[in-house]
């Protein structure tokens, strides 16, 4: 026998079908909501088993021991958000909501995970215990660090000023460490929460941009985002992922979240400071004699930088980075952190810079040694040759969309005109790489490889509209766009001020294919209504203010 | 336009379509004299392996059908007898097999003349007559042949569907005229004929898996365009004019180009630099009118009270023929007369068969020329980040000027485990670009790129990635030997001489 029910138990032991049970256990529902009013002679004997798992289940005995009261510091978060359609920009998918957690961290304050609220439309904070909702904004959300902070909105009614009052900011652990144990809260459906054991087992830099992943192997499942835990009850780390296999949880450490709070109250807003190069580890002993870095064991080659990087301006192919910002890298790309050990440069990089700062970086190159200075910048996402676009952060921060705004487009003659993303790419499901035009797969995988002015993007022909204006053309989709109206373009901005300085599209260049597609001039006015109330599209164009 | 811009072409090799024959029924057949020239045929096929180059398959035995036509020859698919190391051909009622040599192979019509020696095979064979034209939608067909491996001839019965053009799943690049049966058409069917009033208009040869009462054969101006050919002892294939044109319906685009009339030409939107029309047409001409019929602005002619494509003129033809255009350049119509040939294609990316597949091996790392065996090999791995570029190079090689100066992209495809290459395993699946500052071109730069070292380095450098592999010069030399033992192949390098390739 269970000695926890819930009420989604409840709800699938009516689906498996009891007759007798039926009515019955639906007043159990009310019973539960309503306090013990219901006379429960009337029960059926079988009834009366599952009666018992929910008397439980009510605050009473079988909860283990009460714990500090987190009721006061973890919040409950609902977020309801909607995503635009990735391969229609002007269609916006119906809402959904999902649920996570945030841990209140200052007055008014509090912090979850940039993947919870991302594309957020609403975001309520809710008292576990009172049920109480407050209505929170995003105060900052960054996709790469995974991290967003909310603040309560200003419109709350008393009650919920009452319910803010109360909450109880919880203060952050100086550090972690591997082996550390910490304390994971859960918050049951019953408003209770439940706290379990988990072990730091990793400490770990991922190559993304996300500088440093707690691994903690944990006693129970950790369901929602944003899961806080504890060490020594101070906020250790919240959580990003969770590996039912394994039985690990993905967490931010408290040292990010830390920065990340920081950063956002003092604006602008930073962000995690990036270098802008790829490199390769240098163990093969043969390539090490090639290039003259015998004498010392470490080092790791430079193979690309990213225009408009730090890096680009200093570093280039070939060379050997020995030690970065005065620490030596060894040559597999790990250094040794002061406090957290073997890591990966990637977080000596981000971890412990803010963009803005110049780091000096010890080469070789041509088998001389010498000190380059490299400034870090933040990487935007919208700077990227192909950016990826799935995650609107606010204004200035590294997502390439505003909250709630589309990509920019263009429909003329019923030709669909927008650049490039990833989230367009991966939208034609698991198997994108072999079902997308290969050529704009190559681009994306290997972007790093075109040499080109920030600003640069690949603009499409995303799809073709039909109607009677671009008959001959239908068949187009996914086609990259090489000009407009005989003029070259390198992005959308180019393709609208052509348009418009023509008065609009009248032909389209299609790389590797000749003969241009034109557009009838006179036709293209009733042409555009015509497809704009067809294909009941709200706005033909969508053009960023810059 | 359309077949340089489908990029999904070569997705094909991912969904092979299956080769397939016809169902049995009626005893009919008798009376009509046909069990007679109806063969089977047995095989033995070895396919190479493109993981493994140096070493085939396994081989492995299976069977088609064929006809007897006229001058003692066996038609059937040339899918039917690809790769095979020995041929067997056995007439309905005859009591032993009798060895049979490939006389003539069309990879890209997928046809096949077989020959056999023993004159006994032919004694009292009636050879099949080739029909005077494509039979109408609605007729009825029957298809002979051995489907499913059967030892008894099979008939099946069914009706014209359609007659289009489809990819011929043989070569996985050539399209031609198909006629569509509605019959089910089973493996083993492959290479026996389909009949219309008693004679032949096809060849049975592919299927589509997971259709029903689908059935492909190759028709007959396919069939007489390989006879033809191959009547001066030599099999060319068609010829490749080499040019994707677009439709011309829309008026805009009409307009822009300056093209008279409205229901007029098709134009040009690349031309193939290994084509027979390059430097003759240009981009932006838009065709009128091909030997003096007038293409209408969806690429068709009338012709004889039918409208065809006229592609299928063009398929008509045989090389070293001419084809004359009237063409829409500069606002003039100018009579334009292509000569027809089929250039070596090193970048057509068509299924080799026949062919030991090429490889070169330095220091346990094995390069290997791009292919389309070589793409089916690598299968999923397509799917990875580090392999894509492969499908990319193979797509776009000409629209996109991939090939600078190559006739063959040279792979590094895989690593033979050994502490000289130890440290080599990113470098796999890259396009080699020079190697010790000598650009590599195709497989057969390979030998002198690697005998001349660049200060004691073998330095290989790739495209899309500044970082180079090294090797020690002298440490690989004495490697090699010692790889060559431990994964048991016979010889370090094979590499055709040039112009072999196709």
Partial sequence: MRNVLKIADIKSALHVGIPNVEPVLYRLCILHFHGLRMPLMKLTACSIVLLTGLLFALPGPTVAAPAPDYDASVVEITVTYQDYDPQIPWRKKASARRQGYGVVISAGQVLTTEDLVRNQTQVELRRAKSGAKLAATVLEADDQLNTALLTFSNSVTANAVAAANALLPMSLADTIRRDDRLTIVKLEKTGEFQTSEGRVVELSASASPRPLALKVLTQSSIDGNGTPALLNGQLAGISVAYDKKTQTGLFIPCTTLRRFITDANSPPYKGLAWAGFQFEPLLDPVKRRYLGVTETNGGIVVTKTTPGSGAAEVLQAGDVITAWDGIPIDAQGYYTDTDFGRLRLAYLIGGRRAAGDSVPVAIVRDRKPRTVQVLLKRQRDRDEFIPEAISPGRPGSAGALRPGESVEYLVEGGLVLRELTGNYLRASGENWKLQMNPRLVYYYLHQDKFARQPGDHVVLLSMVLPDSINIGYQEFHDQAVTAVNGQPIRNMADVFRVVDSAGGLRRVTLLGCAVDLALDKAALTEANRRIAEQYRIPRLRYQKER | ?502
């Fill in chain 2, 1 to 502: 336009m359309q077949a340089i811009l489908r990029y999904g072409i070569l997705l094909v090799i991912t969904w092979v379509a299956v080769t397939v024959g016809l169902n049995a029924q009626a005893a009919w057949l008798g009376k009509h004299g046909f069990r007679e020239s109806v063969v089977k045929v047995y095989t033995t096929i070895q396919r190479e392996d493109y993981a493994w180059p140096w070493q085939p398959a396994a081989p492995s035995s299976a069977s088609g059908s064929g006809f007897i036509i006229g001058k003692k020859r066996i038609l059937t698919n040339a899918h039917v007898v690809s790769d095979a190391r020995f041929i067997e051909v056995q007439r309905e009622g005859q009591s032993r097999r009798y060895p049979a040599e490939v006389a003539f192979i069309g990879h890209d019509c997928d046809l096949a003349v077989l020959t056999v020696r023993d004159p006994e095979f032919y004694a009292e064979a009636v050879p099949m007559e080739l029909g005077d034209g494509l039979p109408d939608l609605n007729e009825e067909v029957i298809a002979l042949g051995y489907p499913m491996g059967g030892e008894r001839l099979s008939l099946t019965k069914g009706v014209v569907s359609r007659i289009d053009y489809q990819l011929y799943t043989h070569s996985q690049v050539d399209s031609h005229l198909v006629i569509q049966v509605d019959a089910a058409i089973n493996p083993g069917n492959s290479g026996g004929p389909v009949l219309f009033k008693g004679r032949v208009v096809g060849v049975a040869f592919q299927g589509i898996p997971n259709a029903q009462n689908l059935g492909y054969a190759i028709p007959l101006p396919v069939i007489r365009h390989f006879l033809t050919d191959i009547e001066d002892g030599v099999y060319d294939g068609y010829p490749e004019p080499g040019i994707s044109h677009m439709e011309t319906p829309n008026p805009a685009m009409r307009r822009n180009l300056g093209l008279p009339g409205n229901d007029t030409g098709v134009v040009i939107s690349f031309i193939d630099p290994f084509g027979c029309a390059i430097g003759i047409l240009q981009t932006n001409d838009t065709l009128l009118a091909i030997d003096g019929h007038a293409i209408a602005s969806d690429g068709t002619v009338r012709l004889d009270g039918q409208t065809i494509e006229y592609v299928e003129l063009l398929e008509r033809k045989q090389c070293g023929e001419t084809v004359a255009f009237k063409v829409w350049r500069n606002g003039q119509a100018l009579d334009i007369s292509v000569p027809l040939a089929n250039r070596n294609d090193p970048f057509a990316f068509r299924y080799a068969y026949e062919r030991r597949p090429e490889y070169f091996i330095m220091g346990g790392l094995v390069f290997a020329p791009l292919s389309r065996g070589l793409l089916m090999a690598a299968g999923g791995e397509l799917n990875q980040w580090y392999a894509h570029h492969l499908l990319y190079y193979a797509t776009f090689a000409k629209v996109d000027g991939l090939i600078s100066g190559r006739d063959q992209f040279v792979v590094l495809r895989n690593r033979l485990a050994h502490p000289v290459n130890a440290y080599d395993e990113p470098y796999l699946n890259k396009i080699v670009r020079e190697i010790n500052g000598l650009p590599i071109r195709n497989m057969q730069d390979l030998p002198s790129a690697f005998s001349n070292p660049t200060n004691g380095f073998h330095v290989i450098r790739f495209l899309d990635d500044p970082d180079p592999l090294i090797l020690d010069a002298t440490e690989t030399a004495n490697a090699d030997p010692v790889i060559q033992r431990r994964y048991n192949i016979p010889e370090i390098s094979h590499i055709e001489p040039a112009g072999v390739r196709k």
